[in-house]
Structure formats: structure tokens, C-alpha cells
């Protein structure tokens, strides 16, 4: 998301910290300072008129008294935890908690997160399906760009989908 939102012309909020590697080969396009919103929520001002990647968790620190728009990227659970186990596997280390301990553990969450939502006013959502995004990356681009209200290259952002990179799927 944060490639196809720089290549339709955004300019993002990233320190490039976290390097490309065999798990994300383009980058994770991460801005450490995102980790400290929880004590220093208002660090966000940086991030006034980019994009900016924030994890779920640390949403919910989101001081208010601001208009945010965010994109939250949805994926099956099953395929979050697969590709986890993946890089986990890969770095030679392995999660002791059962999946479906942890599937019910991010439900609870985005359940939470959802429910957060609907009480901010000043924040707007747009629900975007990663698999969605993968086999239809125009209908996806031109949703975000209407939710943004920007003018954004659409060609730009679809070229950025490469749906080689989608290996840990469910069936």
C-alpha cells in the first residue's frame, strides 16, 4: 500500500529503517517514531499531509483534535499467521502460541479496532482487502483515491501490485 500510495504521488513518512529482505524484497516503508505514538502521541504531526504506516495496535493512540484518513488493509488472519510463521521460520526462531489461539486474539482485536472507529468522528476509514487489491489493483486504486480526495497517478499505483509477492495464501 505504502509503494502504490507513493508511486500515485504521495509523499510518506518513512525512515527506510527496516531494510528490504527475503521476506518484504521492496522495503517495509516504516517510520520508527510510529512505535511511541502510546507516550508521544503527538508525534503524528509529522505525518501532516503524508502517508504514514501504523500498525493496528498503536491506532488506538491516536490523539484527537486532528482529521485522519486511514487506510486499513485487511487480510485473512490465517494468511497473516502464515506468513509470520514464514519469517519467523526464516530467522530460525518459532512461535510457541497455537494459531488458533492467536486467530481468535486478532479477532478480538480488529473487533476492538472496529469499535474504536465508529466512536472518532475525526477519523475516516477505508476498508481495503489485500486479496482484493491483488485481483483488481485498479478498482482498489481509484477507491483510495476517491477516499483521499487527491488526484494520484492510478496507473502509477496499479504498476506497483505484483502479485508474485502474494505467497502465503489461503487455498
Known amino acids: 500500500m505504502m509503494q502504490m500510495l507513493a508511486a500515485g504521488g504521495m509523499k510518506l513518512l518513512t525512515d527506510f529503517e527496516r531494510k528490504p529482505d527475503e521476506d518484504n524484497p521492496r522495503g517495509y516503508s516504516e517510520w520508527e517514531p510510529a512505535k511511541l505514538l ?5 508525534l503524528i504531526d509529522q ?3 503524508k502517508a504514514v504506516k501504523v500498525i493496528s495496535q498503536l ?3 491516536l490523539p484527537p483534535g ?8 485487511e487480510r485473512a488472519v490465517a494468511e497473516v ?3 509470520q510463521d514464514e519469517m519467523l521460520r526464516r530467522r530460525g526462531s518459532s512461535d510457541s502460541v497455537s494459531h488458533e489461539v492467536m486467530s481468535r486474539t486478532f ?3 480488529l473487533n476492538a479496532v472496529r469499535a474504536w472507529f465508529k466512536k472518532r468522528a475525526d477519523i475516516s476509514v477505508c476498508w481495503v482487502q489485500y486479496k482484493l487489491i491483488l485481483e483488481d489493483p485498479a478498482s482498489s486504486s481509484s477507491a483510495i483515491q ?3 480526495a487527491r488526484d494520484l497517478n492510478l496507473e502509477a499505483m496499479v504498476g506497483q501490485v505484483d502479485p508474485a509477492l502474494y505467497r502465503n495464501r489461503l487455498p
Open 59 to 61: 491506532l488506538l493512540s
Open 38 to 42: 502510546p507516550k508521544q502521541p503527538e
Open 66 to 73: 486532528r482529521d485522519y484518513k486511514v487506510i486499513f488493509m
Open 81 to 83: 499467521l502464515a506468513s
Open 146 to 148: 476517491e477516499f483521499l
Open 47 to 49: 505525518a501532516e499531509g
Open 107 to 109: 479477532e478480538q482485536h
